[in-house]
């Protein structure tokens, strides 16, 4: 990245050249070769429940970026979000498999994503919000992918070889997302009036869903402590300085991260009233067809 500005990477070249294009149509198999048996040393329990949790995250951000579709701005943004969407429900459907075949329960990814209601579901109430104009998805986005990279970055020494990875090929997706979106708030923040003020808005109203992200529960605590996971509160300080970085180039202001954010929202199952609609949509012909298939 020059002059480690993450809003600036794109613009350069890559070894492999393919920095500019997101992995969602990618045909590379990232479990060729790994072992899936859960290894001894980790809990399947914990590993279920992780995994469920950054699964649901994926899934339900890449619904909300799928409504894009025929409403984005322009048609290259167009594009760019539905790869996005494409690269975070790859992502989910590795990681609900994994959680199924951890827990033993016999449930596949369908299962797991189109058969359980909101209160089930374990995704951090920021991904769900209904998704406002272009400026507050796009802040939405900023958080996410930032927050979800300096994640996976981490879990590639998960404990798990499934998890490390899904991790492995979600670094390269989401150092695409995150720059994306990096670019999209700099050129916003710092263009004409209004789409500063539209720029700061997103980022305002985000802002009070953004502390859930640090929150460290039982699970977290248990799946970093067993070498599974990453306790989130570890990627505070990063994540913080990444959109810190991101914001003065915008000339934006950035609210501070909550110094010591309390455990709840959905990883607990308590959501917004937003996510009950997206499921009715996103699962209604699985559950008017159960078992069918195409």
Same mark, same amino acid.
């Not at 070894?15 to 198999?29: H, I, K, Q, V, Y």
């Given at each position: 990245?020059?002059?480690? /500005?993450?809003?600036?990477?794109?613009?350069? #070249?890559?070894?492999?050249?393919?920095?500019?294009?997101?992995?969602?149509?990618?045909? *590379?198999?990232?479990?060729?070769?790994?072992?899936?048996?859960?290894?001894?040393?980790?809990?399947?329990?914990?590993?279920?429940?992780?995994?469920?949790?950054?699964?649901?995250?994926?899934?339900?951000?890449?619904?909300?970026?799928?409504? +894009?579709?025929?409403?984005?701005? *322009?048609?290259?943004?167009?594009?760019?979000?539905?790869?996005?969407?494409?690269? @975070?429900?790859?992502?989910?459907?590795?990681?609900?498999?994994?959680?199924?075949?951890?827990?033993?329960? #016999?449930?596949?990814?369908?299962?797991?994503?189109?058969?359980?209601?909101?209160?089930?579901?374990?995704?951090?109430?920021?991904?769900?919000?209904?998704?406002?104009?272009?400026?507050?998805?796009?802040?939405?986005?900023?958080?996410?992918?930032?927050?979800? @990279?300096?994640?996976?970055?981490?879990?590639?020494?998960?404990?798990?070889?499934?998890?490390?990875?899904?991790?492995?090929?979600?670094?390269?997706?989401?150092?695409? /997302?995150?720059?994306?979106?990096?670019? +999209?708030?700099? =050129?916003?923040?710092?263009?004409?009036?209004?789409? /500063?003020? =539209?720029?700061?808005?997103?980022?305002?109203?985000?802002?009070?869903?953004?502390? !859930?992200?640090?929150?460290?529960?039982?699970? !977290?605590? $248990?799946?970093?402590?067993?070498?599974? #996971?990453?306790?989130?509160?570890?990627?505070?300080?990063?994540?913080?300085?990444?959109?810190?970085?991101?914001?003065?180039?915008?000339?934006?202001?950035?609210?501070?991260?909550?110094?010591?954010?309390?455990?709840?929202?959905?990883?607990?199952? $308590? /959501?917004?009233?937003?996510?009950?609609?997206?499921?009715? !949509?996103?699962?209604?012909?699985?559950?008017?067809?159960?078992?069918?298939?195409?």
């Amino acid at each position: 990245m020059t002059d480690d /500005h993450v809003y600036l990477s794109l613009a350069e #070249g890559s070894e492999d050249g393919d920095a500019r294009w997101a992995f969602g149509t990618g045909f *590379e198999d990232p479990l060729h070769g790994v072992d899936t048996v859960v290894p001894e040393v980790v809990d399947g329990r914990i590993l279920a429940a992780y995994c469920l949790a950054l699964g649901d995250d994926a899934l339900v951000s890449a619904q909300r970026l799928a409504e +894009w579709c025929t409403r984005a701005p *322009e048609l290259e943004e167009e594009v760019a979000l539905a790869n996005i969407g494409l690269d @975070l429900l790859g992502q989910a459907r590795l990681l609900l498999s994994r959680a199924g075949q951890a827990e033993g329960s #016999g449930r596949d990814e369908d299962a797991l994503a189109y058969f359980r209601d909101a209160d089930a579901l374990r995704n951090v109430r920021l991904a769900e919000l209904p998704n406002g104009d272009f400026a507050f998805s796009i802040a939405r986005l900023l958080v996410l992918a930032t927050w979800r @990279l300096a994640l996976f970055e981490r879990l590639t020494g998960s404990t798990d070889p499934v998890l490390a990875a899904v991790a492995a090929k979600g670094v390269k997706e989401l150092t695409y /997302h995150r720059d994306y979106a990096a670019q +999209w708030t700099v =050129r916003l923040g710092d263009g004409t009036c209004e789409s /500063h003020l =539209r720029m700061q808005r997103g980022i305002e109203e985000i802002w009070p869903y953004v502390g !859930e992200l640090f929150a460290t529960g039982p699970v !977290e605590r $248990e799946a970093a402590a067993g070498g599974i #996971g990453v306790d989130p509160a570890a990627v505070r300080e990063e994540v913080g300085a990444t959109l810190l970085q991101v914001a003065d180039a915008a000339t934006l202001a950035l609210p501070a991260l909550p110094a010591d954010p309390h455990p709840g929202g959905g990883r607990w199952g $308590e /959501h917004t009233d937003a996510l009950g609609p997206l499921l009715a !949509e996103m699962q209604s012909v699985a559950r008017a067809h159960p078992e069918a298939t195409w």
